[in-house]
């Protein structure tokens, strides 16, 4: 889920399937993760949040799971829906940034297109 | 409805000019932020508050300017000494300080175009 340069990496899918959004961290203190949706032209809006003490959090139509060995965060969308269609980005935080969001790091995003 | 309203949504500015983005919350949260977005790059701090009269630097707080003199309103200043302003700018809040006052609450943003 991670970009390098000015593109975004994009990931299209056919409406009705699942999408499984991916973004990799590397700060080993990390222990809470978040992922915003953005649409375009507005500001981002809170999908769902996982503590490190988690590998795995539903809620309706998406699952967040979280792999610590590896470091992988990923977000997985059922049944997609052509709302659905935006730039999904994480954030992460460390236990010693001192709990406020002033602490969160921003992933670069991927857009999700969704195919009729 | 409570939420962030930003303004203006488009700005447009002159090289060498001072132009100011209003935030303003109806949310009763303690913690307000700006945020910087570019094409293909993560949201980047500028400046975040707390509290109300008390501010701190973030991540690119050069050639920007805040200030907190009520708890609703967390306004950003891009000076002329901010040297590549153009930009999607971003305002959020937060319930303050505490353990798990991760969620960002964001406004629909301000896109400032230097000419």
């Known amino acids: 889920g991670e970009s390098v340069g000015l593109h975004l990496p994009t990931l299209s899918v056919q409406e009705g399937d699942n999408s499984i959004i991916n973004c990799a961290y590397s700060?080993?203190?990390?222990?809470?993760f978040i992922w915003y949706k953005q649409e375009s032209g507005k500001g981002p809006q809170f999908i769902i949040d996982?503590?490190?003490?988690?590998d795995k959090r539903q809620g309706q139509r998406v699952t967040v799971l979280l792999n610590k060995t590896v470091k992988h965060l990923s977000l997985q969308i059922a049944a997609t829906q052509p709302g659905d269609s935006a730039v999904y980005f994480c954030?992460?935080?460390?236990?010693?940034?001192?709990?406020?969001?002033?602490?969160?790091?921003f992933g670069k995003g991927t857009h999700l297109i969704i195919q009729p | 409805d409570g939420g962030i309203t930003q303004s203006p949504k488009y700005l447009f500015r002159k090289e060498g000019q001072n132009v100011t983005l209003s935030c303003e919350q109806n949310?009763?949260?303690?913690?307000m932020y700006w945020y910087r977005q570019d094409p293909g790059q993560g949201l980047r701090l500028i400046y975040y508050?707390?509290?109300?009269?008390?501010?701190q630097k973030g991540d690119i707080a050069e050639g920007y300017s805040v200030s907190r003199e009520k708890k609703e309103s967390f306004p950003l200043t891009v000076t002329s000494a901010q040297k590549n302003p153009t930009a999607f700018y971003l305002c959020?809040?937060?319930?303050?300080?505490?353990?798990?006052?991760?969620?960002?609450?964001f406004g629909a943003g301000s896109r400032l175009t230097v000419l």
């Open positions: 949310l009763n949260h303690d913690a």
């Open positions: 996982i503590r490190s003490n988690m």
């Open positions: 508050s707390q509290i109300v009269n008390d501010f």
């Open positions: 959020a809040s937060s319930i303050g300080r505490a353990a798990g006052a991760n969620v960002l609450t």
């Open positions: 700060n080993s203190a990390s222990d809470y």
């Open positions: 954030a992460e935080n460390s236990r010693y940034s001192g709990g406020g969001a002033d602490g969160l790091t």
